[in-house]
T-cell receptor
Framework: AQKVTQAQTEISVVEKEDVTLDCVYE???????LFWYKQPPSGELVFLIR??????QNEISGRYSWNFQKSTSSFNFTITASQVVDSAVYFC????????????FGTGTRLTIIP | KAGVTQTPRYLIKTRGQQVTLSCSPI?????VSWYQQTPGQGLQFLFE???????NKGNFPGRFSGRQFSNSRSEMNVSTLELGDSALYLC????????????FGQGTRLTVV
């Protein structure tokens, strides 16, 4: 069985602060994929990143960065210099081999950026 | 390029009724997945369709069913609605089953009264 835990239910930070969203996962698969999605108030899930289990390199994309540590089964997401537009619910997700089918989502972290 | 279109956006049904939700994937996308989002259970996988065949199914009762047409459009049906079926139903499409990125629609908000 696969499981994704996002222990932080809600986080509020003041604009321009850095914030890290935690994600811990459980799986028995040796090959798997990890994702982060953003859900703004409009409802649709916006894909942010995918990482496969063989690639532990950290990734940076603009103000976003991701830290994947297989040893601790964690895939944390950091937003640097947060902006009000970053306010949303963020979901970490896990999928078995072959990509994005049958995603197992965490419960999400509601991030509020205070102007 | 149009995104994933889900219709209707909002729906109110009475307990015991049935409902059909529609999802039109991005043009050229052949894989469609459905998810249920509730405050209590979060986002849960319902089923995945590819080439008109159900490839994966989540842990939902048989009241939940779906299908995919030759043009890749998909419908899901819930029969004998229960109050607990009230949720946001999200559809995601991707070009194929090996694609890394799924594009989600804005969902259908179903309320069962």
């Amino acid at each position: 069985a696969q499981k994704v835990t996002q222990a932080q239910t809600e986080i509020s930070v003041v604009e321009k602060e850095d914030v890290t969203l935690d994600c811990v996962y459980e799986t028995r698969d040796t090959t798997y994929y990890l994702f982060w999605y953003k859900q703004p108030p409009s409802g649709e899930l916006v894909f942010l990143i995918r990482r496969n289990s063989f690639d532990e390199q950290n990734e940076i994309s603009g103000r976003y960065s991701w830290n994947f540590q297989k040893s601790t089964s964690s895939f944390n997401f950091t937003i640097t210099a947060s902006q009000v537009v970053d306010s949303a619910v963020y979901f970490c997700a896990l999928s078995p081999n072959f990509g994005n089918e049958k995603l197992t989502f965490g419960t999400g972290t509601r991030l509020t950026i205070i102007p | 390029k149009a995104g994933v279109t889900q219709t209707p956006r909002y729906l109110i049904k009475t307990r015991g009724q049935q409902v059909t939700l529609s999802c039109s994937p991005i043009s050229g996308h052949r894989s469609v997945s459905w998810y249920q989002q509730t405050p209590g259970q979060g986002l849960q996988f319902l089923f995945e369709y590819f080439s008109e065949t159900q490839r994966n199914k989540g842990n939902f009762p048989g009241r939940f069913s779906g299908r995919q047409f030759s043009n890749s459009r998909s419908e899901m049906n819930v029969s004998t609605l229960e109050l607990g079926d009230s949720a946001l139903y999200l559809c995601a499409s991707s070009p194929d089953r090996l694609n890394t990125e799924a594009f989600f629609g804005q969902g259908t908000r179903l309320t069962v009264v």
